[in-house]
């Protein structure tokens, strides 16, 4: 019998990837989304789709009691990272709270292995390159909610013995991205505008690096991590070893579009000026290792882009504070 296995979030653009790995690998899996920020059309059609919220824990209690999961993959997150200073009570209660519903219940049910993918927000500003032996410093709302959880995952480990995988992906991009979130995804929105017509815009001089890594170098190691045991209780970076600007990324994307929109730069936010991180870790025991140029990347998530079009850019609901929020997310 199949190894059952639980996707959060395996609706929305690294979830869907991981669940096509898992099923390659021969899992049968079942897909937890509230679709706030995925596609049903992402799911393959060998995976189960349950439309639901790590927030809702009858659900969750049902879903395990009728499942008996031996892993869990959890992905489901708002990772907004700028946003997430405006919209606190959301990060918290969706990235954290949701988390503990999962732990829990994966202790109670003895799962063998949770997989959480957190993010390199934990480092913070000047800690380069990023090691995992650094100490995390996270300066905004989404980095502080992903420690947290690496956190308690840590103590239960500990306290119940629930073995954990923990990876830190950064600035993934590729295709089943979500074109028309405005708030995250810079190499979606870069995409969205041009079809749009519309000037590439910029936070600042544009001179920000940052590891852009594609999704298809990505997915295959966290879904096979679970087979490795030297992998578990261990946190790993992963992602791309070459940072770039966000200008060299700008200008990329303008090219594999065939287009000559012009570059406009906005005022700058406060955000991380430059992050990138090692990855000797990874390709030591999970035998990471980046195959995909940036150039190739994107060549290949905007052939994907043409296809389904253009996507409208939805004003998100849930603004708690407006206070220094960069006018082009206020207004509609």
Sequence with gaps: ??????????????????????????YKVVVLDDLSGGFTENVP??????????????????LFKKHKFKYVF?????????????????????????SINLINESVKHDVKCFVFTSSIAVYGTNQLPMKEETVPNPEDPYGISKYAVEL?????????????IIFRPHNVYGERQNLGDKYRNVAGIFLNQIMQNKPLTIFGDGKQTRGFSYIGDISPIIAKSIRVKKAY?????????????????AKIVIKVMGSNQKIVHLAA???????????TKVSR????????SLEEGVKRMADWAKKIGSKKSRQFKNIEVTKNMPPSWVGK
């Design 1 to 26: 019998m199949k190894e059952k296995v639980l996707v959060t979030g395996g609706a929305g653009f690294m979830g869907s990837h991981i669940v096509d790995e898992l099923i390659k690998l021969g």
């Design 152 to 164: 308690d995952l840590r103590a239960a480990h500990e306290m119940f013995g629930l073995d954990y």
């Design 285 to 292: 025991i999970l035998g990471y290792k980046t195959k995909t």
């Design 45 to 62: 059609k060998k995976a189960a789709f349950v439309k639901g919220s790590v927030l809702n824990f009858k659900m969750i209690r049902n």
């Design 269 to 279: 936010r406060n955000e991380v000026m430059h992050a990138h991180s090692k990855h």
């Design 74 to 98: 959890h992905l489901a997150a708002y990772a907004a990272e700028g946003l997430s200073h405006f919209i606190r009570i959301f990060n918290y209660r969706n990235n954290l709270l949701g």
């Design 233 to 249: 209780n261990q946190m790993f970076n992963i992602g791309e070893d070459k940072p770039r600007s966000v200008n060299d990324l």
